[in-house]
């Protein structure tokens, strides 16, 4: 028996583990890998700041290691029409940066601290169902050690991500119809960098089939993405190309991107993720609660993931 069982031990779940355990609440987080474990989304926004500092983990972050981000530009294909933001200029006072994670070392830091402060956490744990007595979810069924557990408590927080985990089991998860699109991402090693204080900008950058982002980490390697239309991706599957050759056909018609990883093989395959945007028509009811991607994930163009998952925590 706990107070609250939460499911997903990414942002959004070890934010709520712990605020929770903080306030005095019998906390159990369960996440189905093991930290430190790859996850897309590794850029970060200054108005996160504040939930980073009532966490205790400013200073943590500073030590980490990871870039400071103190800006975004925007441009076209070719690199040309830039758009340059600079945060602290909007900050008001407040913080100026965010930062640019690779996200199992910045999850990795999340999940430390709710063990510190003394939620159960428990990985490689899986969460096969919600438990419901009528309407009301009332705990969780899960798998760990190769046995099954009924684990009962007063709320289930759904911090799974875009599994959404309850969303299915209570059938209330949606596609987005104006957001039908694809992902297909990876890692390079070693690109051309920015320098001084602009060495943490991520670019964002309009393409005729979408847009692409570019993510500079503090070791010199970068995330790149590319986020497409289902047909204009489908209509390549179907002509017989598999995701090196269309990796290789965004990268032709991104050339501002494609200068910036020339000479540079990838360190990580590319990755699709279809029809991601979602939203649900409930994202609460009776012993539950969805937080973050969970409840609704929308086009990732502005890096709201991660201070979305934490600030709904």
Not at 7 to 14: F, L, W
Not at 221 to 250: C, L, P, Q
Not at 289 to 300: I, K, L, N, T
């Amino acid at each position: 028996e706990y107070d609250v069982i939460v499911v997903g031990g990414g942002p959004a779940g070890t934010t709520c583990a712990n605020l929770l355990t903080a306030h005095g609440h019998r906390v159990l987080l369960v996440e189905k890998g093991q930290h430190p474990r790859f996850c897309i989304g590794e850029s970060l926004l200054p108005a996160t700041a504040p939930i980073w500092q009532r966490l205790g983990l400013v200073d943590r972050f500073a030590a980490a290691g990871f870039v400071p981000k103190y800006g975004a530009y925007f441009c076209s294909a070719d690199g040309s029409n830039v758009e340059y933001f600079h945060f602290p200029d909007a900050a008001g006072g407040k913080m100026g940066h965010a930062y640019e994670v690779k996200r199992d070392a910045f999850d990795k830091v999340l999940w430390d601290r709710a063990v510190e402060v003394g939620a159960q956490c428990v990985d490689q744990c899986k969460v096969r169902s919600a438990l419901l007595e009528g309407d009301r979810v009332v705990g969780v069924e899960l798998e760990h050690g190769g046995e099954t557990h009924r684990v009962h408590a007063r709320l289930v927080m759904d911090c799974t991500g875009r599994q959404s985990l309850l969303a299915k089991q209570l059938d209330l998860r949606r596609p987005d119809p104006f957001l039908d699109k694809i992902a297909l991402y990876t890692h390079y090693p070693d690109v051309v960098r920015s320098t001084g204080d602009d060495r943490g900008t991520i670019g964002i950058v309009a393409t005729s089939f979408g847009w692409m982002w570019f993510i500079p980490f503090a070791d010199g390697g970068a995330s790149v993405g590319a986020v497409v239309g289902n047909r204009w991706f489908h209509d390549r599957k179907r002509a017989g190309a598999d995701a090196d050759a269309i990796w290789a056909e965004i990268l032709e018609l991104a050339p501002h991107v494609a200068a910036r990883v020339a000479g540079t093989t990838r360190s990580r395959p590319v990755e699709i993720t279809a029809n991601f945007q979602h939203r649900c028509s409930r994202i609460a009811g009776d012993g539950w609660v969805m937080v973050g991607d969970s409840g609704a994930f929308v086009d990732p163009v502005f890096s709201s993931g991660v201070h979305l998952a934490m600030t709904g925590g």
